[in-house]
C-alpha cells in the first residue's frame, strides 16, 4: 500500500478522512433504511424468522467484537454471558411468575457477576490465560445448570405460551421480535461507535495492538480490559435474553454449549474483527448460510457447518485475520481505486 | 535528582544480572549508559521504567518511590520509555500511534488529535499521519516511537538504542531530534551501543559490565579508560592517532 | 480405608496420562508462547487411531500406540509447517484463534466421520483387572498409567540430557541466541510440535484401552490440560509432570466422594482458583 508523499499530503488526507465520514455517514443511512424495510420486501414466516437469528446474531457477534476485536482478547466461552441473560427470564417466569422482561436486568447482573470472576484474576496475566478461563468456567456452568433441577437440569425452562401484558414479551410472529432485535443492535452499535472514537477505544486497539507498549504510554491495561468485559458481556446477556423471549425456551445447549460461543467467534471473526461493520457483515452471510443448510440437510448438517467454521477460521488467521472488511479494503478497493485513479489520469 | 537507583539489583532464577548499580540523574541532563553485550544494560532499563521490579534496592522518581510502580504509574508520573525492537502499533495509524500517547494527558478525542498532531509535526512525521505505521522502515519506527512517548508529555525520557542500526545521515537527523527534545526541557537517559551518539549527546555516561558500574564520569574521560576499553575486548573505542589504533 | 487407596491408584495412573500429553502443550507454550487449543483434539485423534489400527489391522496395543504416536508427530510437524508458523509471525488475535479452528476441524470431522455415538476398543490383552496387593487395578489402566510415567519422564530426560533436547530448550530460551549458535529455530519448534502431538496421540492410544471415544472428548481433555499447565507452571516439564498426577488424584478423589458428574466441576472451579490464588503455578516463575 504505497501512497506517494509529495506537497501537501497531510491536507488531502485530512480532506480525505472527512470525505470518508460523510460517505459512510450515507452508507449508514442506506443500511438502516434496508434493515427497516426488510421484512416487507422479504414475506413469509421463514424469511422473517431467519431475518430475526440474523439480527441476534448482529448483537451477540456484536458483543464479543467489544472485547475480542477491539480490545483483543479472546473469549471462546461467551456462551456463558449468553446462558445467562438467556436463563434468568425463563426463571424469572417459571418460579416467580414474573415477566421474562424481569430477567434481562438479572440477566445481565449475573453476567457482569461471572466476568468479574474470569476476568480479574486473568487480564494481569498474559492473554492466552483468559482465553483458557473462559472455556473452562464456561463449561464448568453448563455442567452446573445441565445437573440443577431449579434451572431444569437437562431438560431446560420454558417462557410464557401465550402474553399476558406486553413485558412477557411473548409475541406471535418473528416480526415484532425483529424490530425489537433492530432497535437493540442500534443500540449497542451506537455505543461500540461513540467508545471507538474515545479514549478507551484508542486504548482498547493500543492494547490489542501491543500491551506492553500500551502500559508504558500509560494506559492502564487491566482495567480497560475489563471495561471492555463488562461491556461486552452485559450485552451477551442480553442477546441471551432476546434470544429466550423469542423462541421460549432455553436449555443448556441452545443457552450454553460451546457452538454457541464458536459461532459469535466465526461471525466476527469472517465479517472483520475490531470493526462496526464485520458482525454485520459475517451475520447477514452466516445465518442464512446455516438456516437454509439446516432446513435441506436436517441435523446432518450441523457436523459439516462446524467443519465449514473450523475451516474458515483457520484460513483467516493463515491468511487474512482482518476478514471480509479487510479482504475488501486491503486487496479489492485499492484495484478499483486504481482504475478509476487511471480513469481520471486519462480523462484529464 | 530527578531519577535515582539506590544499589539496585536484579536477579533471575539465581543469576544477577544487574548488582548493585547506583545511578542517579538530574534534571535537565542527557545520561548514557553504555556497556558490552550482557552487562544488564536492559536489565537496569527495565528496573527503571517500571517493567521489572528490582529484587534488591530502590528507585525514586522526583523524590517519589517507584520500585514497585507499574509502567502505566510510571508515565503517569512522567517517565516516558521507547523499546529497543520498536513496539510501534503496526495495524493502526502514525497519528493514532501517537494519540494513544496523547491520552494520557488530554482525555479527550479532539484535544489528543491536537496535541499528536503538534508532536508529529515536532518530529518531522506530519507528512505520514494517515499511512498505518506498518508502512514505516526501522528509522520511521524508531521515530514515530520516540513521538509516541513524547505525547505522553514527560519530564524524563528513556531511550532504549533507540538509534542503532540506522544510516549515518539517520543517525545524525536522530541526534538533532534528541538535542531538540533536550532543549525542550526533557532529561533523557540513553542506552546506546553506537558511540558516536554517545559521544554527541551524553554530558555524563556510566559503564556497564557484568551488572554492575565499572565507571563513570564525561564521555571523553570515560571511554579510554582502562577498564572499559577492556570491558569491549581490548579495542579501542575512539579513533585516534596511530598509538591507540593498535589493539584490536 | 482399601477403597480411598483404590481411588487414588486409579487417579494417580490416569494422572500419568493427563501429564503425558500436558507435557506436550507446556512445552509448546513455554517454547513459541503459542497455547494449542486442539490439543485436546490431538489426544481424541490418538484415541480414533487406535480404534482404527484394531479394527482394520487386528492391531495389539503396541503396535496401535505405535502408530498413533507416529502420525500424530507427522501431523504435528505438518501443523507447524502449514499454519503455526505463519501466524505467529502475526497478530495475537490470529495465533489463539487458529489452533481453536483447528480444534474445531479435527472434533468435527470426527463428528460427521464417526458421528456422535462413542466406540471402545474391541477386547484387547489388556482387559481384565489385576490384583494388586488388596487392590484391584485394571491391566489397561495400569500399563497405560505405567507407560505415561516412562515416557514423561522420558521426554523430561529427553529434554535435559541430551544434545536435541537442549537445542530445543536453547530455542525456547532466547531465539536470537540460538539462531547465532547455528541452531534452527524453526527446525525445533516444529520437531517440538511433533513431540507434543505425538505424546498427545500415545496418551489418547492409552486411554482408548479403557475409556469411552467419542468426538467431543476434546473438550474436556483439553481443559485438564490447561489445569495441569496452569497448575504446573507455565512452559514446565516436570511441573506438567507433578501437576498431572496430582489433577488424576483430585478428580479421582471428587468422582468417589462427590459424584462422577461433578469430578469436571471440582477440576474446572481448581483452575479458577489456580488463577486467582497462584496463577505461577508449583514451579513456574513468577508470571
Not at chain 3, 500429553?21 to 485436546?40: C, D, K, P, R
Request: proline share 4%; charged share 10%.
Amino acid at each position: 500500500m504505497t501512497r506517494p508523499a509529495g506537497a501537501g499530503p497531510a491536507s488531502r488526507d485530512a480532506l480525505a478522512h472527512a470525505v470518508g465520514l460523510r460517505r459512510s455517514g450515507w452508507r449508514w443511512t442506506i443500511l438502516a433504511a434496508a434493515a427497516l424495510a426488510a421484512p416487507l420486501l422479504l414475506q413469509g414466516a421463514f424469511y422473517h424468522r431467519v431475518l430475526a437469528l440474523v439480527v441476534l446474531a448482529a448483537i451477540s457477534a456484536s458483543a464479543w467484537n467489544i472485547l475480542g476485536g477491539y480490545a483483543g482478547q479472546i473469549s471462546f466461552g461467551h456462551a456463558m454471558f449468553f446462558g445467562a441473560g438467556a436463563y434468568m427470564p425463563a426463571f424469572v417466569y417459571t418460579h416467580w411468575h414474573a415477566a421474562p422482561a424481569l430477567g434481562l436486568p438479572l440477566g445481565v447482573a449475573l453476567s457482569l457477576a461471572i466476568a468479574a470472576v474470569v476476568g480479574v484474576p486473568t487480564f494481569r496475566l498474559q492473554g492466552h490465560y483468559f482465553s483458557m478461563a473462559t472455556i473452562a468456567v464456561a463449561e464448568l456452568i453448563r455442567i452446573l445448570v445441565s445437573n440443577w433441577p431449579l434451572l431444569g437440569a437437562a431438560v431446560g425452562l420454558q417462557g410464557p405460551a401465550t402474553a399476558r401484558t406486553v413485558w412477557d414479551l411473548t409475541f406471535r410472529g418473528s416480526v415484532t421480535y425483529y424490530y425489537l432485535f433492530l432497535a437493540v443492535l442500534a443500540v449497542l452499535l451506537g455505543v461500540t461507535a461513540w467508545m471507538e472514537r474515545s479514549r478507551m477505544g484508542y486504548y482498547l486497539r493500543a492494547i490489542r495492538a501491543g500491551e506492553r507498549a500500551a502500559r508504558s504510554l500509560g494506559v492502564p491495561a487491566r482495567r480497560y480490559k475489563l471495561h471492555a468485559l463488562m461491556l461486552s458481556a452485559a450485552f451477551t446477556a442480553v442477546a441471551g435474553s432476546l434470544y429466550v423471549v423469542m423462541i421460549g425456551f432455553i436449555d443448556p445447549d441452545s443457552g450454553l454449549g460451546i457452538l454457541i460461543s464458536v459461532e459469535m467467534v466465526i461471525v466476527t471473526a469472517l465479517g472483520g474483527a475490531g470493526t462496526l461493520f464485520g458482525p454485520l457483515l459475517g451475520a447477514a452471510i452466516l445465518i442464512p448460510l446455516q438456516q437454509t443448510a439446516n432446513a435441506l440437510f436436517g441435523g446432518g448438517g450441523t457436523g459439516f457447518t462446524y467443519i465449514f467454521y473450523g475451516g474458515v477460521i483457520v484460513l483467516l488467521c493463515r491468511f487474512e485475520p482482518g476478514g471480509l472488511l479487510a479482504i475488501w479494503h486491503d486487496r479489492v478497493a485499492p484495484a478499483f481505486r486504481r482504475r478509476s485513479a487511471s480513469a481520471v489520469r486519462h480523462a484529464a | 535528582m530527578l531519577l535515582e537507583a539506590q544499589a539496585v539489583s536484579k536477579a533471575f532464577d539465581g543469576f544477577l544480572a544487574v548488582r548493585g548499580v547506583n545511578f542517579e540523574v538530574a534534571a535537565g541532563e542527557i545520561v548514557g549508559i553504555i556497556g558490552p553485550n550482557g552487562a544488564g544494560k536492559s536489565t537496569l532499563f527495565n528496573c527503571l521504567a517500571g517493567e521489572a521490579s528490582p529484587t534488591a534496592g530502590r528507585v525514586r522518581f522526583d523524590g517519589a518511590d517507584v520500585t514497585t510502580a507499574t509502567p502505566e504509574a510510571h508515565a503517569r508520573m512522567g517517565m516516558a520509555r521507547t523499546f529497543q525492537i520498536p513496539a510501534t502499533f503496526t495495524d493502526v495509524t502514525i497519528l493514532d500511534n501517537v494519540m494513544v500517547g496523547a491520552f494520557l494527558r488530554h482525555p479527550h478525542a479532539a484535544e489528543a488529535r491536537a496535541a499528536a498532531t503538534r508532536v508529529l509535526d515536532f518530529a518531522g512525521l506530519a507528512g505520514v499521519a494517515h499511512l498505518r505505521a506498518a508502512t514505516l522502515g526501522t528509522p520511521g519506527r524508531k521515530r514515530l516511537e520516540i513521538a509516541r512517548a513524547l505525547a505522553t508529555e514527560p519530564r524524563l525520557l528513556l531511550l532504549d538504542e533507540a538509534l542503532a542500526g540506522l544510516t549515518p545521515a539517520e543517525i545524525q537527523r536522530a541526534i538533532e531530534l534528541v538535542r531538540e527534545i533536550h532543549r525542550r526541557g526533557v532529561t533523557l537517559v540513553i542506552v546506546e551501543h553506537v558511540m558516536e551518539v554517545i559521544l554527541a549527546l551524553a554530558q555524563r555516561i556510566i559503564v556497564l559490565n557484568h551488572g554492575e558500574v565499572i565507571a563513570s564520569g564525561a564521555p571523553d574521560a570515560v571511554v579510554d579508560l582502562p577498564e572499559v576499553v577492556e570491558a569491549y575486548l581490548g579495542r579501542s573505542l575512539t579513533p585516534r592517532g596511530p598509538a591507540g589504533a593498535g589493539a584490536c | 480405608m482399601i477403597t480411598a487407596v483404590q481411588v487414588l491408584v486409579g487417579g494417580l495412573l490416569l494422572g500419568a496420562v493427563y501429564a503425558l500429553f500436558s507435557s506436550g502443550l507446556t512445552l509448546i507454550w513455554g517454547m513459541m508462547n503459542v497455547v494449542n487449543f486442539a490439543h485436546g483434539d490431538f489426544v481424541m485423534a490418538g484415541m480414533y487411531l487406535a480404534f482404527l489400527a484394531v479394527v482394520w489391522l487386528h492391531a495389539g496395543p503396541a503396535l496401535f500406540t505405535l502408530i498413533a504416536a507416529a502420525l500424530l508427530f507427522l501431523f504435528g510437524v505438518g501443523v507447524y509447517y502449514a499454519l503455526i508458523r505463519r501466524v505467529m509471525r502475526g497478530p495475537i488475535f490470529a495465533q489463539l484463534l487458529s489452533t481453536f479452528g483447528l480444534a474445531l476441524l479435527l472434533r468435527y470431522t470426527a463428528f460427521w466421520i464417526f458421528s456422535a455415538n462413542f466406540v471402545t476398543l474391541p477386547t484387547t490383552a489388556l482387559t481384565g483387572t489385576l490384583r494388586v496387593g488388596p487392590i484391584f487395578v485394571g491391566a489397561a489402566q495400569l500399563v497405560a498409567g505405567g507407560v505415561a510415567l516412562l515416557l514423561t519422564a522420558g521426554m523430561h530426560r529427553l529434554l535435559t540430557g541430551t544434545a536435541l533436547g537442549s537445542q530445543i530448550l536453547a530455542v525456547a530460551e532466547d531465539r536470537q541466541a540460538a539462531m547465532l549458535m547455528g541452531i534452527r529455530p524453526d527446525r525445533m519448534q516444529a520437531l517440538a510440535w511433533g513431540l507434543a502431538a505425538a505424546a498427545a496421540g500415545v496418551a489418547g492410544a492409552l486411554i482408548a484401552t479403557f475409556y469411552y471415544i467419542s468426538p467431543t472428548v476434546g473438550e474436556s481433555l483439553a481443559i485438564i490440560a490447561f489445569v495441569v499447565v496452569a497448575f504446573g507452571g507455565f512452559g514446565s516439564v516436570p511441573g506438567a509432570m507433578v501437576a498431572g498426577i496430582l489433577v488424576g488424584l483430585i478428580e479421582a478423589t471428587s468422582a468417589f466422594y462427590i459424584g462422577p458428574v461433578y469430578k469436571d466441576v471440582v477440576v474446572y472451579a481448581l483452575f479458577v482458583a489456580i488463577l486467582w490464588v497462584r496463577p505461577q503455578g508449583l514451579m513456574g516463575e513468577r508470571v
